[in-house]
């Protein structure tokens, strides 16, 4: 990586010879969230171990670099124009427990086919984002959990501590950090790797795509959908483009995504970029801010303003319309189109009556924001046999809903945002497969939040594909 001669670690730079430049917002510095409110945040009793650890990660390799960053944010540029479609999605939490080279195979391989349905649908590119290698920290409703009358810290993820409920476990651990940086690279690498060979061509998509059509029962009310996006590819190769010696249709971009909320880490691995004179977060190549920590007052709003990486903010129910032209004016103070994207998270009851408020305020003010909808965390129901899951037609409603709503405001419908695996779990009902409540307990995984498994994940994506042809005005037949 040739950027490690351009970017500083704080290690080497102590904080009274900051270097100053104008593109570095003012009073900002890698370390003056700590100085704001915060809230979410895990209690450790050894600061020591703590603060040894983040020593530690800020002298180890970032896993992202400005560049990658930066190139993200033009492409979501392009979304933001209206000329490009985002699809961001991966677990709830990661985990250490299901890490293996199947499941980023599986996923991988979901979020390739989703990517040629949706590309297929919106007519335009899709810029792929995973919320992958990095995202293991948890905001939680509850700082305590309680268990037949014992109380214990709740589980915030595999950063921060366990999920087994018992004393040791549940105690912050700063190694936790450690082992979510040696993973994160490790997926990065793989994914990487995956994603510019044979695996992310567009034949080999095309294949799976026909394997789900002719394997599975809801797969055939695609049938239609699939041989029109063959026929594309016989075109393209009658054409004389051979899809495998193009680069752009055999490799594809992905980048990465997580919520930045355990601070701490993401100090770390904050890098001075010395061509733009700026910092940027190297962890990730995006980081958004969870609707629970959005106050623009906070320390969340305070860390990510001052990174020049393309970042995400939630927006959800308790949303006002000065808290939204804050959040403009602090994390896009010059109104980069690509820089700031609202992922609205408004459940299915409420999108209708909460988002068009916020489209029009952000139309009239001509601020260039990507919107994009996570039709996941406003719709979290509990099962009556105590599972948490959501339905999915709550979660396909949302999403029609937030294109409607995007179509009559006359703004474009930037992208969309899921909890999804690539494995065949049982975390959400219905779909095409028809889970019931009763089949929730055969294949609960999900350390956090029930995720979409790979056929429902697939479904919704040539839903979405029929449903964006109808707003291109284009016949899906
Ligand atoms: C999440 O994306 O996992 C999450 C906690 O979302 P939100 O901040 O929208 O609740
Ligand atoms: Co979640």
Redesign the pocket.
């Known amino acids: 990586m040739t950027l490690s001669l351009s970017i500083r670690t704080r290690d080497a730079m102590p904080i009274a010879s900051e270097p100053s430049s104008p593109r570095i917002a003012m009073g900002w510095s890698p370390d003056s969230w700590r100085a704001f409110p915060i809230k979410q945040q895990p209690t450790y009793h050894n600061h020591e171990a703590l603060a040894a650890t983040e020593r530690t990660l800020a002298r180890y390799p970032s896993l992202t670099s400005p560049a990658e960053a930066r190139a993200l944010k033009r492409e979501l540029g392009m979304v933001a124009e209206g000329n490009a479609f985002l699809l961001q999605g991966g677990d709830?939490?990661e985990s250490f427990a299901e890490f293996s080279e199947k499941n980023l195979r599986n996923y991988a391989r979901v979020m390739l086919q989703m990517t040629i349905a949706l590309m297929y649908g919106a007519g335009c590119p899709v810029v792929k984002v995973g919320?992958i290698a990095g995202?293991f920290a948890?905001?939680r409703s509850d700082n305590t959990e309680t268990i037949e009358g014992i109380s214990l810290p709740s589980y915030r993820g595999d950063m921060i501590n366990g999920q087994d409920f018992d004393h040791e476990s549940r105690e912050p651990d700063p190694e936790r950090l450690s082992k979510v940086y040696f993973q994160s690279g490790a997926t990065l690498n793989f994914l990487r790797s995956l994603f510019r060979g044979e695996f992310a061509s567009l034949n080999t998509i095309s294949r799976w795509n026909m394997d789900f059509v002719a394997r599975s029962a809801q797969g055939k009310r695609f049938e239609a959908m699939v041989e029109r996006i063959n026929e594309c590819m016989h075109f393209i190769a009658a054409c004389g483009l051979s899809p495998s010696q193009e680069q752009q249709l055999s490799e594809a971009t992905f980048y990465t995504s997580h919520?930045g909320l355990f601070l701490n880490y993401e100090q770390a691995f904050t890098r001075f970029c010395e061509q733009e004179e700026r910092y940027y977060a190297c962890s990730s190549h995006m980081l958004?801010i969870?609707?629970?920590?959005r106050d623009p007052n906070d320390a969340h709003v305070e860390f990510l303003r001052g990174v020049g990486n393309p970042i995400g903010c939630?927006l959800?129910p308790s949303m006002t319309r000065d808290d939204l032209l804050r959040l403009c004016d602090i994390l896009n103070p010059n109104n980069e189109a690509g820089r700031l994207t609202f992922?609205t998270?408004m459940g299915s009851h409420k999108v209708g009556e909460l988002l068009p408020q916020h489209v029009r305020t952000i139309k009239e003010e001509g601020r260039h924001i990507v919107w994009s909808c996570?039709p996941?965390?406003g719709n979290t129901i509990k099962s009556p046999n105590g599972y948490k899951t959501r339905k999915f037609n709550d979660i396909l409603s949302e999403v029609r809903q937030f294109f409607a709503i995007h179509k009559a405001e006359g703004t474009h419908a930037g992208g969309v945002?899921f909890?999804m695996t690539g494995q065949d779990v049982t975390e959400c009902l219905g779909g095409a497969q028809a889970i019931s409540e009763l089949d929730l307990g055969s294949r609960y995984h999900t350390h956090?939040?029930p995720r979409l498994n790979a056929s429902q994940s697939l479904e919704l994506a040539f839903l979405i594909a029929e449903e964006l042809r109808k707003h291109h005005g284009v016949s899906s037949r």
């Open positions: 709830c939490a919320r995202q948890k905001p919520e958004w969870g609707d629970r920590t939630k959800g992922i998270r996570d996941m965390h945002h909890e956090c939040d």
